[in-house]
């Protein structure tokens, strides 16, 4: 069973840093896109970031130039760094990962962690 691990939330100033991370574990086959989505209190889940098993980007546009995403294929992880970071960016962030599940593919998703900016 896949099982994604995510670590790296808080509580940041206006301003700050923070990375998140996320383990993806169980899949026999390599993992295709994986990244981030995130949701704030009473919005609908909106893509942050995502890349794909050859490294291509994809991002918000409320965060183009303040997040970047990476992964290490070889420990089928992903993170994103966050700075510059707005209160607007509060929000619940959730991992997915992209995998082959015969006869097409499936997504896992993390559990969340939260990140907050104070003002």
């Known amino acids: 069973q896949v099982r994604l691990v995510e670590s790296g939330g808080g509580v940041v100033q206006a301003g700050g840093s923070l990375r998140l991370s996320c383990a993806a574990s169980?899949?026999?086959?390599?993992?295709?896109?994986m990244g981030w989505y995130r949701q704030a209190p009473g919005k609908q889940r909106e893509l942050a970031a995502g890349i794909t098993s050859g490294g291509r980007t994809n991002y918000a546009d409320s965060v183009k130039g303040r997040f970047t995403i990476s992964r290490d294929n070889a420990k089928n992880t992903v993170y994103l760094q966050m700075n510059s970071l707005k209160p607007d960016d509060t929000a619940v962030y959730y991992c997915?990962?992209?995998?082959?599940?015969?006869?097409?593919?499936?997504?896992?998703w993390g559990q969340g962690t939260q990140v907050t900016v104070s003002s």
């Open positions: 169980g899949s026999r086959f390599s993992f295709n896109a």
């Open positions: 997915y990962a992209d995998f082959p599940a015969f006869p097409g593919f499936r997504t896992s």
